[in-house]
């Protein structure tokens, strides 16, 4: 089924708000065999939304639309879809009451102009709005939501499992596998894994992530058996660099080996600044095993807070391989982790060039630093900081598993 997907918002071209609602259609629309034909950006102009609903109107089953569904002025797409089916703009009496009632709860104050948010052309399909006002509107194989991230997050889905029941979709359902691997690029990835493609109806594509690079095996349920076959060569094959599947993440996978394992952790960051920390707290169910996150960014802190030697600081410089050694040392938990490094935009030089970082990781008595050179900004070499600290730690605790 081809989908097309139209982003209403002046803002949206103008640079004032970046896209991602329609990253995350793409992803919901794959569990349902589903997949974009294109994604038109358009203005809060009448003649812009409809152009572009009558130009999908001719190429793709169904359209979904994000943004404009608010109470402002220039939140027109409702009009416009009421005017492109030929159908009056009406209110539900329930809808309201209930949009009265999230104002009354949120302690804000109903006006008449808010009614304009539960306003749908005649006959049209809603679904609820958990996260706020708006609910989501369906006509004629045309879909509305908000353009609020969470607002989406909650009703897309609610649309789809719908959507697909009354166009009987799922007769033979999809089946999705996710390998989330670290530290091999996309192009070795490839390289590796496409002989095992060859039989029809079995695909796959590359999700390019924060915390490391999906391979996305699909195809229909009753190739399951066959998809799987598939997963085991691909373990085989490049298994050191897949450290979960599915919904895993570095942090939880790291959390989960530590409580197998009944290890408690603690970090000291430096040029991470808390990340790290911030990565494992994230998880349920972190309260069993970590203890503490020290942010010594300063030499001083580092002294006083981890112990670390003024003479080791003086004669190597606070980014080197023994800086990370004493920063875990300082730490007093069955695993300790450390990072200082260069995030730039300055402090380099050509002996320890921007981006050079140190990361350290105690088990016990055993001691593991590693140095790497990051690429990106200041941002983008803290985050593949902490991700290959992470990935580090899985790879040594899943030796003693």
Not at 151 to 166: D, G, H, I, Q, V
Request: with cysteine; aromatic share 8%; glycine share 8%.
């Amino acid at each position: 089924m081809k989908v097309g997907v139209i982003l209403v918002g002046t803002e949206l071209l103008n640079g004032g708000t970046l896209d991602t609602n329609s990253l995350y259609i793409a992803e919901e629309l794959n569990k349902y065999g589903m997949e974009i034909e294109f994604k038109i950006t358009v203005r809060d102009f009448k003649e812009e939304i409809y152009r572009a609903i009558d130009y999908c109107k001719k190429y793709v089953d169904l359209i979904i639309m994000s943004g404009g569904l608010g109470p402002t002025l220039d939140d027109i797409t409702k009009e416009v879809i009421a005017d492109y089916v030929k159908k009056p703009l009406v209110v539900d009496e329930e809808e309201l009451k209930e949009l009265k009632d999230k104002f009354e709860k949120a302690g804000l104050k109903f006006k008449n102009l808010n009614i304009k948010e539960v306003e749908k052309p005649e006959g049209a399909v809603t679904f609820k709005n958990d996260v706020g006002m708006a609910p989501a509107v369906y006509i004629d194989d045309i879909v509305a939501f908000p353009g609020v991230p969470k607002e989406l997050y909650n009703m897309l889905p609610k649309f789809l499992t719908w959507y697909a029941k009354e166009k009987k979709l799922l007769d033979d359902e999809i089946y999705i596998k996710d390998l989330i691997t670290y530290g091999m690029a996309e192009s070795l990835l490839d390289e590796a894994v496409r002989e095992f493609f060859t039989e029809e109806g079995i695909y796959y594509e590359f999700l390019v992530k924060d915390y490391g690079i999906l391979i996305r095996l699909q195809s229909k349920m009753s190739n399951k058996n066959k998809v799987e076959k598939i997963v085991k060569k691909i373990y085989n094959r490049i298994g050191e660099f897949i450290f979960g599947e599915d919904n895993d993440r570095l942090e939880k996978k790291v959390v989960e080996l530590l409580q197998k394992l009944n290890l408690s952790i603690s970090t000291a960051e430096s040029c991470t600044g808390g990340m790290l920390a911030s990565k494992l707290i994230d998880v349920p169910g972190v309260s069993d095993i970590f203890y503490e996150g020290i942010v010594s960014y300063s030499n001083e802190a580092k002294q006083k807070r981890l112990n670390v030697k003024a003479e080791t600081l003086e004669k190597y410089g606070a980014v080197s391989e023994e800086v990370a050694k004493e920063m875990v040392l300082g730490l007093h938990t069955d695993v300790a982790l450390s990072t200082t490094g260069i995030a730039g935009p300055g402090g380099g030089s050509d002996e320890k060039p921007v981006g050079l970082v140190y990361m350290g990781i105690r088990i016990k008595d055993k001691i593991y630093v590693e140095k790497r050179v990051f690429r990106g900004d200041r941002n983008k070499i803290r985050e593949r900081t902490v991700s290959h600290t992470l990935f580090t730690l899985i790879k040594i605790l899943s030796e003693d598993v």
